[in-house]
């Protein structure tokens, strides 16, 4: 039996985005009991040039969740990039976990070779075919911002490893 379009994308998103949530409550424990407020950690970045922890996860909800209706053939939901509380944080999550949760394997299946569009303000409209947009794209994408939000976390002295980012702990 082969591996689904659907098998492929919406358990591995959901899963990559519950695993964020569980990895940004531990961040948020450890600056509260070290007395720091939540914005100094959602505002912490790894470099100077790279984007802060609230663009990460507001990143990586948009690619899991626009990932989905591409391959469903929708239009994505839009989020406003308005978060500044872990609370609003989990929300977003949460928001994006229901809205990918509402795709059916119908929807996804035999997208491999669907037309996808993804516009982009940096590269301009990129263009995909259903397979390489997921693999080429979508997952790399979440991934980097996944594990760059839990590399920021983890700078920051929470006490997370792998097990927390694969969802083993």
Do not use: C
Not at 15 to 37: D, P, W
Not at 43 to 57: F, H, K, W
Not at 151 to 156: D, E, K, N, P
């Amino acid at each position: 039996m082969s591996l689904s379009m659907y098998q492929s994308s919406v358990p591995v998103f959901v899963h990559a985005l519950r695993n964020l949530s569980a990895v940004l409550r531990k961040g948020e424990a450890h600056v509260e009991g070290k007395g720091v407020t939540g914005d100094v950690l959602l505002q912490t970045r790894l470099i100077p040039d790279m984007m802060p922890l609230v663009r990460q996860v507001q990143i990586a909800t948009d690619i899991a969740k626009n990932g989905a209706a591409r391959l469903a053939g929708v239009d994505p939901l839009k989020f406003e990039d308005n978060e500044t509380s872990f609370e609003q944080l989990y929300a977003r999550i949460d928001r994006a976990v229901d809205y990918i949760g509402s795709f059916s394997a119908e929807q996804l299946d035999g997208s491999e070779a669907r037309p996808i569009v993804v516009p982009s303000r940096t590269w301009g409209d990129r263009h995909f075919e259903g397979r390489p947009y997921l693999l080429d794209f979508v997952l790399p994408n979440l991934f980097f911002h996944t594990t760059t939000a839990y590399a920021i976390v983890r700078q920051a002295g929470t006490g997370v490893g792998k097990a927390d980012f694969l969802g083993l702990s």
